[in-house]
C-alpha cells in the first residue's frame, strides 16, 4: 500500500496562475482533506470531503477549490495564485471523522 | 483563534530522559484527541489517540493522559532517543452525532533531543 500520495512535490507559480494538486489515497477512505501549513503554525483545514461526489468547507477556503470525483482522488485547484498562498499542502485521508487520519508527503508550492 | 494550544514551543531534553509535551484545549465538547509527531520535510504521523472515555491511554514508549476537568492533554515519551527529534501536535475532534467532525490542529512543540 502506497497509503496517501501527492503531486507535485514542489511547484513555483506566478500570481494570476491557476494550477491543480492531485491527492490519491489507496485504503478504501471515505475522508479526505486539504490542509495547508504555514511556519510556526499548525495545520489548516482547507477543505475535505465526506464521500465520492461531496465537498464541504474547512476554516480557510477562500481562493481553492476542490473536486472528489472518484473515492481514491480529491484535488485542490488554484484559480489565481497569489502571494499569500505560498504554504507546504498536506492532503490526509480516514476511514471516519472520528478516526486516526493519514497524511501524504505534501506539496511545497511558492507564489512569486 | 485556535482551540488547542500548547504550553511550551520548545523543549530540549537529554537522551535517555523522559519528554512531557502538554497540550490545552478549549472546547468541552471535544470527544477525540490525537498526538502527531512532523519530522522535517514529511507529513504529520500518527502516534497515539485518546477519546473521552478513557483518562489514559499506553503505546510503546508513549502515554497520553487526558484531564478533562482541566482540559488537558499531555504526551510522554519514555527514554528519549535522537530519533524523537520533531515537531509534536496535539489535534481535538468535536463529533457532531455521529455526522463530520475536523481535526483543529494546535501549533506544535518543538522536541530537540541532546546526545
Known amino acids: 500500500n502506497a497509503g496517501v500520495t501527492q503531486t507535485p512535490k514542489f511547484r513555483v507559480l506566478k500570481t494570476g496562475q491557476s494550477m491543480t494538486l492531485l491527492c490519491a489515497q489507496d485504503m478504501n477512505h471515505e475522508y479526505m482533506y486539504w490542509y495547508r501549513q504555514d511556519p510556526g503554525m499548525g495545520l489548516r483545514l482547507i477543505h475535505y470531503?465526506?464521500?465520492?461526489?461531496?465537498?464541504a468547507k474547512g476554516e480557510v477556503p477562500d481562493g481553492y477549490n476542490v473536486s472528489r470525483l472518484k473515492k481514491q482522488n480529491f484535488l485542490l485547484g488554484l484559480e489565481s495564485a497569489a502571494p499569500s498562498q505560498t504554504s507546504v499542502y498536506f492532503c490526509?485521508?480516514?476511514?471516519?471523522?472520528?478516526?486516526?487520519?493519514?497524511f501524504g508527503p505534501g506539496t511545497r508550492l511558492t507564489v512569486l | 483563534g485556535e482551540s488547542v494550544g500548547l504550553h511550551l514551543p520548545t523543549l530540549s531534553v537529554q537522551e535517555g530522559d523522559n519528554s512531557i509535551i502538554n497540550c490545552a484545549y478549549s472546547?468541552?465538547?471535544?470527544?477525540?484527541f490525537i498526538w502527531y509527531k512532523q519530522e522535517s520535510g514529511k507529513g504529520p504521523q500518527f502516534i497515539i489517540d485518546i477519546r473521552s472515555n478513557m483518562d489514559k491511554r499506553q503505546g510503546q514508549r508513549v502515554t497520553v493522559l487526558l484531564n478533562k476537568t482541566v482540559k488537558h492533554l499531555s504526551l510522554q515519551i519514555a527514554a528519549t532517543q535522537p530519533g524523537d527529534s520533531a515537531v509534536y501536535f496535539c489535534?481535538?475532534?468535536?463529533?457532531?452525532?455521529?455526522?463530520?467532525?475536523?481535526?483543529?490542529f494546535g501549533k506544535g512543540t518543538k522536541l530537540s533531543v541532546k546526545p
Open positions: 472546547n468541552s465538547a471535544s470527544d477525540y
Open positions: 489535534a481535538e475532534n468535536i463529533s457532531y452525532g455521529g455526522s463530520q467532525g475536523n481535526l483543529i
Open positions: 490526509a485521508s480516514s476511514s471516519r471523522a472520528d478516526n486516526e487520519q493519514f
Open positions: 470531503s465526506v464521500g465520492e461526489g461531496t465537498t
